[in-house]
């Protein structure tokens, strides 16, 4: 019986990559000519959101979506989650309809077809420089300046398969309060079990993700920012452990 769910499991990844290639392929020259200007930013998005449901549907994913304040058009936000799965960045696109821009690892421009439109689309940090950390700071406010919100996943990374959600990093939260942004926090509550980044490992079935009440953080100052921090990984700890219940 093992030997069966091992072949499953194979050919479940390589899917998810022929899924991933795809409609970047079959799109490729609207998706070039989407990134041509920063302006043009909002076509790209809508491109992006268009191949996110690409891949889950195709993953047999179910995602049902719980709001408990929904974003306002035209108004900038601080996007959060917890990271568990490759599938995530899908599920945030899928998630949020106003148009963001990831904060994200620079190792992930190294993907093939997927990391060409990342690099040029993304805000890339590398965690292990001071410079690089200080520059997301100066991009992402030109960003914020054009309109656009931006999403972070505060753990700075993957957690091992036995954490149910790391320490948050600083970042996120230092940035929202500097800009005078909401924070909306999101909880995924099943992408660890639908498709972790252990290989042998993943299935079809149910993906839920909930906005909560957003954290606001008008009159706030950098003094407040681990305490900010503090209360969105409560809020997420606390939904999955609902969810886990």
Same mark, same amino acid.
């Given at each position: 019986?093992?030997?069966?769910?091992?072949?499953?499991?194979?050919?479940?990844?390589?899917?998810?990559?022929?899924?991933?290639?795809?409609?970047?392929?079959?799109?490729?020259?609207?998706?070039?000519?989407?990134?041509?200007?920063?302006?043009?930013?909002?076509?790209?998005?809508?491109?992006?959101?268009?191949?996110?449901?690409?891949?889950?549907?195709?993953?047999?994913?179910?995602?049902?979506?719980?709001?408990?304040?929904?974003?306002?058009?035209?108004?900038?936000?601080?996007?959060?989650?917890?990271?568990?799965?490759?599938?995530?960045?899908?599920?945030?696109?899928?998630?949020?309809?106003?148009?963001?821009?990831? !904060?994200?690892?620079?190792?992930?421009?190294?993907?093939?077809?997927?990391?060409?439109?990342?690099?040029?689309?993304?805000?890339? !940090?590398?965690?292990?420089?001071?410079?690089?950390?200080?520059?997301?700071?100066?991009?992402?406010?030109?960003?914020?300046?054009?309109?656009?919100?931006?999403?972070?996943?505060?753990?700075?990374?993957?957690?091992?398969?036995?954490?149910?959600?790391? !320490?948050?990093?600083?970042?996120?939260?230092?940035?929202?309060?500097?800009?005078?942004?909401?924070?909306?926090?999101?909880?995924?509550?099943?992408?660890?079990?639908?498709?972790?980044?252990?290989?042998?490992?993943?299935?079809?079935?149910?993906?839920?993700?909930?906005?909560?009440?957003?954290?606001?953080?008008?009159?706030?100052?950098?003094?407040?920012?681990?305490?900010?921090?503090?209360?969105?990984?409560?809020?997420?700890?606390?939904?999955?452990?609902?969810?886990?219940?």
């Amino acid at each position: 019986m093992k030997i069966f769910k091992c072949i499953f499991w194979v050919l479940y990844r390589i899917w998810f990559y022929v899924l991933v290639a795809l409609p970047i392929l079959v799109l490729f020259p609207l998706l070039v000519l989407s990134i041509l200007k920063e302006s043009w930013y909002p076509f790209f998005f809508k491109l992006a959101r268009f191949w996110a449901r690409f891949i889950l549907f195709g993953m047999g994913f179910n995602v049902k979506i719980e709001r408990e304040q929904l974003p306002e058009a035209q108004k900038s936000y601080m996007f959060i989650a917890n990271h568990t799965s490759m599938a995530d960045i899908m599920l945030m696109l899928v998630t949020v309809k106003n148009p963001f821009v990831f !904060v994200g690892k620079k190792e992930l421009a190294k993907i093939p077809l997927f990391g060409f439109f990342y690099k040029r689309t993304s805000i890339l !940090v590398d965690r292990s420089s001071v410079k690089s950390r200080q520059a997301v700071f100066l991009r992402a406010q030109r960003r914020l300046q054009q309109g656009m919100s931006i999403c972070i996943f505060p753990e700075g990374g993957v957690p091992h398969e036995n954490v149910a959600l790391d !320490v948050f990093k600083n970042g996120a939260f230092r940035m929202a309060i500097n800009h005078h942004i909401p924070i909306v926090p999101i909880t995924f509550g099943d992408n660890k079990k639908r498709f972790s980044y252990i290989f042998f490992s993943g299935s079809p079935g149910r993906m839920r993700a909930k906005i909560h009440k957003f954290i606001t953080t008008e009159g706030l100052t950098i003094e407040d920012t681990k305490r900010v921090n503090l209360e969105a990984r409560e809020l997420l700890l606390n939904q999955l452990n609902s969810y886990n219940s």
